[in-house]
T-cell receptor, first 110, second 115 residues
Framework: GQSLEQPSEVTAVEGAIVQINCTYQTSGFYGLSWYQQHDGGAPTFLSYNALDGLEETGRFSSFLSRSDSYGYLLLQELQMKDSASYFCAVNRGGSYIPTFGRGTSLIVHP | GAVVSQHPSWVICKSGTSVKIECRSLDFQATTMFWYRQFPKQSLMLMATSNEGSKATYEQGVEKDKFLINHASLTLSTLTVTSAHPEDSSFYIC???????????FGSGTRLTVV
C-alpha cells in the first residue's frame, strides 16, 4: 500500500521561511504533489515533482529525492494568507490514483 | 487552466432522503474523476474512482449501494448519497486532471449536513 508521513502542525512568523517534509512509501512511483487547502475550501494544486531536484514557483519551492523517498515544500517570505493545510500526495502504485498525506497545518503568526 | 465545477456547495437534507452532487470538468474532458470525503481537520479519503462509461471503482469499506456514482459523459460525474443518515454528514470533493504534470483540479466541495 501507500503511506505518507508529514508533520501535523508547523508554526512560523510572517516573513520567515518554513519547510514541510514528506516521506512516502509506494510502489510504482510517478511523482510527488503538494496541495494547499484553506479552512472550508477545496485543495488547490501547488507543485508536482516527478524527477529529483528542486522546482521553484514564486515563493513556493518543492524538492524531491526519489532515492530517499522524501520530499519537502519550502515556503518563503511567509504571509498570513499562507496559513492553511498542506498535503503531499503520491500516486497509488503504478496508477495515477492519488493518495494524500494527513496534512500539515501551517499557522503563520504576525 | 483546468476548471472543475461542483454543485451544490452545501446542502441540508433530512435523514432517509437522497442527495445528488454533480462534478463537471468545464474546459477539458475527464475520463476519470475521483470522489473524496473529508472530515474536519483530516485528510482526503478517496471514496471511489469514477470512470466514464463504466462502473465506478470503490475503495474498501465504501458502500457502493449507498454512494451511487454515475459518469455518463466525459465532463460529468455524479455522486448520489442514498438514504442519508447523520453520519454521512461530511465534506465531499471531486477531482480530475487534464494533465498529471499539472496535478489534480478539485471541485469547490459540497458540505452535506443530514438532520
Amino acid at each position: 500500500g501507500q503511506s505518507l508521513e508529514q508533520p501535523s502542525e508547523v508554526t512560523a512568523v510572517e516573513g520567515a521561511i518554513v519547510q514541510i517534509n514528506c516521506t512516502y512509501q509506494t510502489s510504482g512511483f510517478y511523482g510527488l504533489s503538494w496541495y494547499q487547502q484553506h479552512d472550508g475550501g477545496a485543495p488547490t494544486f501547488l507543485s508536482y515533482n516527478a524527477l529529483d531536484g528542486l522546482e521553484e514557483t514564486g515563493r513556493f519551492s518543492s524538492f524531491l529525492s526519489r532515492s530517499d523517498s522524501y520530499g519537502y515544500l519550502l515556503l518563503q517570505e511567509l504571509q498570513m494568507k499562507d496559513s492553511a493545510s498542506y498535503f503531499c500526495a503520491v500516486n497509488r502504485g503504478g496508477s495515477y490514483i492519488p493518495t494524500f498525506g494527513r496534512g500539515t497545518s501551517l499557522i503563520v503568526h504576525p | 487552466g483546468a476548471v472543475v465545477s461542483q454543485h451544490p456547495s452545501w446542502v441540508i437534507c433530512k435523514s432517509g432522503t437522497s442527495v445528488k452532487i454533480e462534478c463537471r470538468s468545464l474546459d477539458f474532458q475527464a475520463t476519470t474523476m475521483f470522489w473524496y470525503r473529508q472530515f474536519p481537520k483530516q485528510s482526503l479519503m478517496l471514496m471511489a474512482t469514477s470512470n466514464e462509461g463504466s462502473k465506478a471503482t470503490y475503495e474498501q469499506g465504501v458502500e457502493k449501494d449507498k454512494f451511487l456514482i454515475n459518469h455518463a459523459s466525459l465532463t460529468l460525474s455524479t455522486l448520489t448519497v442514498t438514504s442519508a443518515h447523520p453520519e454521512d454528514s461530511s465534506f465531499y470533493i471531486c477531482s480530475a486532471t487534464a494533465d498529471i504534470n499539472y496535478g489534480y483540479t478539485f471541485g469547490s466541495g459540497t458540505r452535506l449536513t443530514v438532520v
